[in-house]
């Protein structure tokens, strides 16, 4: 996505000429790659097939039929119930999402896939990639790497990295779509994330060395059973989480051999697009954020990672001030800023409120899209607008037409099939209107369209035409400059 978004990397060849230092921890024994003794017939059966291997691969497997658009960086993060999976993978594709991260219930989870040693069960990841691969969408999938036939507890790395290895090299090659060994209809899997939000003490009690080891391990395992996947460091679940994951990509030499290196944004304690409350770091600005986890990757010259965004959110009225309109409002906001800040693709946090908690109040109930009474929003509205308005569009060409202290003008290319036609998204952050002289650089006809839908409209339940909700001004010509009017809290895009 993006500049590079869901597309393949670079061969693991040349990964491998980068030197790595190895994990400050102390690995459990049964962690080693390779037993002490091996039987000279099994070392000349694997030398036999290395060469077989060698000589024929190229001509026999294929390249995966169904790369993924890097022209579409909109995704969605779905964990919910199997059940559930495929009414909220439709709307993701009436949204106009182009790739989704499965996760939690949906993701892969060794111990469901392999609850008997050597008894592998792929229904219920084949039956999730398919829905998504059947309406178009890339996909990545969050790797649980706990299982007790193996003694992995939840949390920790597994004391059998060997049979985590050869899981994770099954399952990349199950889902590389080359035509050998693969699920049935060939399903791809672009990208493979180990573990989520590490810094949160509940979900990674063990050490960031260990992390390290099991990425590590994790990351060769699944380049060797799919050299064009992508392999992504756990998301980091907020601000606070940077010390921790200094560690882990100190022990990684600083990101060498990641792919993809995810921030997660979620307004959880109240702020908007730029600033995030939290109850450890304080307020951290969206712009810090990531300048700090930029520089855990080391100096420019050496980065190879992307960073991406695969979990931003804000409610409906889970904090004060929230609500339908300034949800909605925010959705536009969130995706541009954070594509500006250099992101390469960014996910909502869900399609649906989350219904039948204990917290009824809580913050993932009320940032969905959809209510838990399945009603849409008016932020379904402007996200499904947003993709119609850039997809397409590459944001590496985002160019920065403006930052004042309160207008915010950023300018799109947007391929329409033989045409290039710009496309301007513009927002006020300040208390009161102002106007601001966009330079067009044409006479030719002009669409303001209001990224909201109409004042008045409190919630989606009012919305009574969908193909009707957005104000539209269209213009005859213009002298080459529009002057265009920017009303608080109110995004608009020009075209």
């Known amino acids: 996505m993006g500049q590079q978004g869901l597309r393949t990397t670079k061969n693991t060849k040349d990964a491998k000429k980068v030197k790595r230092k190895r994990p400050h921890c102390a690995c459990p024994e049964g962690t080693r790659f390779f037993p002490r003794r091996v039987a000279l017939g099994r070392i000349l059966l694997c030398l036999v097939g290395f060469l077989f291997s060698f000589s024929w691969s190229d ?11 890097p022209a579409r960086p909109f995704g969605f993060l779905l964990d919910v119930p199997s059940a559930e999976l495929s009414a909220d993978l439709d709307e993701v ?97 672009s990208v493979w994330q180990i573990e989520t939000e590490v810094d949160y003490p509940a979900n990674w009690p063990d050490s960031p060395g260990n992390y390290a080891t099991l990425f590590e391990t994790s990351y060769k395992a699944i380049k060797a059973g799919n050299p064009n996947a992508r392999v992504a460091v756990a998301g980091m679940m907020s601000p606070a989480g940077l010390d921790k994951y200094a560690k882990i990509m100190n022990y990684l030499d600083r990101g060498l051999g990641c792919d993809i290196f995810d921030l997660h944004w979620n307004n959880t304690g109240g702020g908007d697009y730029r600033l995030q409350r939290t109850w450890r770091a304080g307020h951290v600005t969206l712009d810090n954020y990531v300048a700090e986890a930029v520089g855990l990757l080391g100096p420019p010259r050496d980065r190879t990672a992307e960073l991406w965004i695969t979990e931003t959110s804000t409610s409906d009225s889970a904090n004060p001030d929230d609500n339908q309109r300034t949800q909605a409002a925010e959705i536009l906001k969130r995706f541009v800023y954070a594509l500006r800040r250099g992101a390469s693709a960014v996910a909502w946090t869900g399609v ?4 039948g908690t204990r917290q009824p109040a809580d913050y993932f109930n009320r940032s969905g899209l959809i209510d838990a009474a399945g ?33 915010r003008v950023y300018r799109f290319d947007r391929t329409t099939g033989r045409e290039n036609r710009p496309i301007w998204v513009l927002w006020n952050d300040g208390l ?23 004042a008045g409209l409190r919630r989606g339940a009012e919305i009574r035409n969908p193909s009707n909700v957005f104000n539209v001004k269209n213009l005859q010509g213009t002298p080459g400059t529009l002057r265009v009017n920017l009303p608080p809290g109110m995004p608009v895009y020009v075209e």
Request: with cysteine; glycine share 10%; proline share 5%.
């Open 59 to 69: 001509s026999t497997r294929a390249e995966p039929a169904n790369p993924p658009n």
């Open 93 to 189: 594709a009436r949204l106009g999402a182009g790739w989704v991260r499965l996760s939690g219930q949906c993701g892969l989870d060794w111990q469901q896939v392999e609850p008997v040693p050597g008894r592998l069960d792929w229904r219920r990841t084949d039956q999730c990639v398919k829905a998504a691969a059947q309406r178009g969408l890339s996909v990545m999938v969050t790797v649980q790497a706990a299982n007790r036939g193996y003694g992995a507890r939840r949390g920790y790395v597994p004391r059998n990295l060997r049979a985590l290895s050869d899981f994770l090299a099954n399952a990349a090659e199950r889902y590389d779509g080359d035509g050998v060994a693969d699920a049935p209809g060939g399903l791809i899997v």
């Open 352 to 355: 649906r409120d989350r219904a």
């Open 375 to 407: 009603q849409k929003k008016l932020a379904y509205y402007s996200f499904a607008l947003m993709t119609e308005k850039l997809s397409g569009c590459d944001a590496t060409n985002l160019e920065v037409v403006a930052e004042t202290a309160n207008a």
């Open 432 to 454: 009161s209107a102002e106007t601001f002289s966009l330079r067009l650089g044409s006479t030719g006809p002009v669409r303001i369209t209001e990224a909201v839908p109409q």
